[in-house]
């Protein structure tokens, strides 16, 4: 599949209405939303997200760009709250991702916050993150977004090695990131810093070198990502025709233990294979929500929604997405209803990837069977075999996580 494209699926009514059962879990279940902002100022290599630079999308005459997004976004919301009903709750978390949201303007990104509060209300606190890349945020910018509801920045550090930024072909002057991390915490709001390993010609004291830069920040959280090569990247390419290597397993796993191993000895403590929070309250509230499988709207050009065990995804170009709200449609592209069987992988996979662990209760009697093997192996902990434990991941287990979900689920 090339890299941003969507998965086929059954097809999605322009209504954008949903089945009964689905709607049925809206009054007791979280509401989560995620907006995706498609825009970048140039598209990193390694990257496939859905993003688009302004050139690509035809320049100031374009059909949505970013002075026009947060109309759109809007009247996705207006959908919304129509399908959801008046029994939806009060939004628990915002999450806005991209792309590179602070390309907007910050009234903008209020501007949608506050459309969300006004449809649906936000939950007394809230947790409303925005992603920002340091050279995007000015002093002024993140205090209007504090002002307007937000209360987390996540900080696209990447790494602090200049040779690796280049490889990555991240823009922004490392030095940014410690301003941007400054004034963050001068508006009052939380600080995420995200980091990639495992990019080609990166030693593990380049890993270290960063890791250290990201502490010293003293950071409320921080995520740190192996680097996936994907198809139709022009890294894949790259790696293709030999001009850099491929990620090797055995090094991101040494840059994996010695991120554990130094973000632990800093004071965090890892809640998801690849998140670290200072304490309990500075987790993802928004990121756990998705690992828990509770429903979230998606807003923008690409995004993805769940509500019930129905899944679906938006139009992918950003002028097709305006096009279609525009018309009183919805932007949907298609859906799926997830079946039990999928529902339980799904289970399995995510709830696996919690220090929180997945209660053993939740398995089926072939998959606990299969628990006391993998406490043997050194990759679930001990804990696991009490009756009524929950089965969570050893430092071991956590580099091999794939392989304990097939164990279980091959069960």
């Known amino acids: 599949m090339p890299p941003s494209a969507l998965p086929d699926g059954d097809p999605a009514p322009e209504s954008g209405e ?3 059962g689905a709607l049925a879990t809206v009054p007791t279940t979280d509401l989560a939303v995620y907006v995706h902002v498609p825009f970048c100022t140039v598209r990193c290599g390694y990257c496939d997200f859905n993003t688009y630079t302004l050139t690509e999308l035809g320049g100031p005459g374009a059909a949505i760009g970013v002075d026009s997004y947060a109309e759109a976004a809007l009247r996705e919301l207006d959908l919304a709250r129509t399908v959801l009903g008046d029994e939806a709750p009060s939004v628990a978390t915002v ?9 907007l303007r910050s009234a903008d990104l209020v501007t949608v916050l506050g459309g969300i509060r006004d449809r649906f209300g936000l939950a007394p606190g809230a947790e409303v993150t925005t992603e ?8 002024q ?4 977004l504090a002002q307007g509801g937000y209360t987390r920045v996540s900080i696209g550090m990447q790494s602090a090695v200049p040779h690796v930024l280049r490889t990555l072909e991240r823009t922004h002057d490392p ?3 410690a301003k941007a991390v400054a004034a963050t915490r001068d508006a009052g709001m939380q600080v995420s810093i995200d980091l990639i390993y495992g990019t080609p010609g990166e030693s593990l004291d380049d890993w270290r070198r960063s890791l250290e830069a990201a ?4 950071p409320d959280h ?5 680097l996936v090569v994907e198809e139709g990247t022009k890294l894949a390419a790259q790696v293709r025709r030999g001009v850099v290597p491929a990620p090797e397993d055995d090094d991101e796993a040494d840059k994996y233990e010695l991120a554990d191993a130094m973000l632990s000895e800093a004071g965090f403590g890892w809640y998801e294979v690849s998140n670290w929070a200072r304490s309990p309250r500075n987790r993802c509230r928004h990121n756990v929500a998705y690992w828990a499988g509770t429903n979230w709207w998606g807003i923008g050009p690409g995004a993805h929604s769940h509500v019930g065990g ?5 139009v992918k170009h950003p002028s097709a997405y305006a096009a279609r709200l525009a018309s009183g449609a919805s932007p949907a592209h298609a859906r799926e209803t997830l079946t039990d069987e999928q529902r339980y992988d799904e289970r399995v996979l995510l709830g696996s990837r919690l220090v929180d662990g997945l209660p053993l209760g939740d398995l089926r009697g072939s998959a606990r069977a299969a628990v006391a093997g993998l406490i043997a192996e050194g990759l679930v902990e001990g804990a696991a075999a009490v009756g009524g434990g929950r089965l969570v991941l050893t430092r071991r287990g956590r580099l091999l996580a794939d392989t304990v979900v097939h164990r279980l689920l091959a069960a």
Request: a negative charge; hydrophobic letters at 45%.
């Open 18 to 20: 949903l089945p009964s």
């Open 132 to 139: 920002a890349n340091p050279d995007s945020v000015t002093p």
């Open 141 to 144: 910018s993140l205090a209007e």
């Open 310 to 314: 129905v899944r679906w995804w938006n």
């Open 95 to 103: 999450f806005v991702g991209g792309g590179t949201p602070t390309m």
């Open 175 to 177: 030095a940014n990131v």
């Open 215 to 218: 502490i010293a920040l003293e």
């Open 222 to 226: 921080v995520s740190a990502y192996a």
